[in-house]
């Protein structure tokens, strides 16, 4: 198994790269479509701002790469709300791979923005491969400001201000809103389920 993480000059790539270490899954990192080669499986990471990994990821061409590629995504934190159509972090267009719109969380007195630390996942989809073998309540790790809404490609959700989208899938694109590479144990049967799975590579939505 090839795994390519695509770097965009924003992302996690060393924690990425560790988790993937400690599972002995071999990768490499590209920045442009070509570097890509036969990888069976791309993982696009992120910390960051939309507009800017968004710009660079374009200016590379990987927009015009996953509108044709068929190769199973994963999208991690900011790299699961590039994969949507639009983002309301600073109003621009994402990679179009998953319809919908990411969203901007609200505060509250409870729950003060942006989202930082533990938190748990409920409403898990038992199909949903990406999710095998997990189950409701369990923590991951999560960092961020925005989310994407419940909708038809919601795999799992969490819990904070509004409920979200913690887990997605659209053909064989699949994100993680939190920090699988954090999220020890549980983060770790996720990559490895990424990994392995047979059935991400079928395209179904």
């Known amino acids: ?9 924003c992302a996690n790539i060393a924690s990425v790269g ?12 590209v920045t442009t479509p070509d570097q890509v080669g036969e990888g069976d499986r ?20 990987w927009t015009a790469f ?8 994963l999208g991690i934190c900011l790299g699961m709300q590039l994969m949507f159509d639009h983002s309301k972090e600073g109003d ?21 923005w942006p989202h930082m630390g533990w938190n748990t996942l409920h409403d898990i989809d038992a ?14 790790y999560f960092v961020h400001g925005y989310f994407a809404p419940i909708a038809s490609y919601t795999r799992a959700t969490t819990g904070f201000a509004t409920k979200f989208s913690s887990v997605v899938r659209h053909g064989n694109n699949v994100g993680c809103q939190f920090h ?13 389920n990424f990994i392995h799975a047979p059935s991400l590579e079928v395209n179904v939505s």
Request: no cysteine; glycine share 14%.
């Open 66 to 73: 996953f509108a044709q590629s068929s190769r199973p995504l």
């Open 18 to 29: 560790f988790a993937l270490d400690r599972l002995g899954a071999g990768f490499r990192v």
């Open 180 to 192: 699988p590479e954090k999220s020890g144990p549980v983060g770790a049967k996720i990559l490895q």
């Open 42 to 61: 791309l993982i696009l990471p992120g910390v960051g701002a939309a507009g800017p990994a968004m710009a660079r990821l374009s200016a590379a061409g």
């Open 92 to 112: 621009v267009a994402g990679l179009g791979l998953i319809p919908g719109r990411v969203e901007r969380l609200k505060s509250s007195a409870k729950d003060v």
């Open 1 to 9: 198994m090839s795994i390519a993480i695509i770097d965009t000059g």
């Open 127 to 140: 199909d949903e491969p990406l999710l095998a073998d997990m189950k409701s309540g369990q923590s991951v």
